[in-house]
């Protein structure tokens, strides 16, 4: 009797000095490798227009890595400049993707 006494008061112990180990001391857990600055990403979207036609438009979308959207947008339109010679850009719209989750890894 008083080894399953003594054998259920080190397992008690067990469970209990796990537990607070798996939650951290305070809000040290919280701190600790869940603070990643994640890039901040921008949906530039764009309408393309053949030089010389008023019906011919090639719409066209990216998404990029960027300080804020009006770098965004720069980068979109060198890069549409670059991809569709023949065409300009009549139209862009710049929206803010929303961050993924809170740990991104630069693997």
Same mark, same amino acid.
């Given at each position: ?17 796990? =537990? @607070? /180990? ?7 857990? $919280?701190?600790?490798?869940?603070? %990643?600055?994640?890039? &901040? ?29 009006? =770098? @965004? /947008? ?7 400049? $670059?991809?569709?010679?023949?065409? %300009?850009?009549?139209? &862009? ?15």
């Amino acid at each position: 009797m008083r080894g399953v006494f003594k054998g259920l008061f080190v397992a008690t112990l067990l469970v209990i000095s796990t =537990t @607070a /180990l798996a939650e951290g001391f305070g809000d040290r857990s $919280t701190r600790i490798g869940w603070h %990643v600055r994640q890039p &901040t990403r921008f949906m530039v979207s764009g309408v393309l227009r053949k030089n010389g036609s008023t019906d011919v438009i090639k719409p066209i979308q990216s998404i990029l890595t960027a300080d804020d959207g009006s =770098t @965004a /947008l720069q980068i979109f339109i060198k890069s549409a400049q $670059t991809q569709y010679p023949g065409y %300009v850009l009549i139209a &862009t719209l710049v929206s803010p993707v929303p961050t993924a989750g809170t740990c991104e890894n630069a693997i």
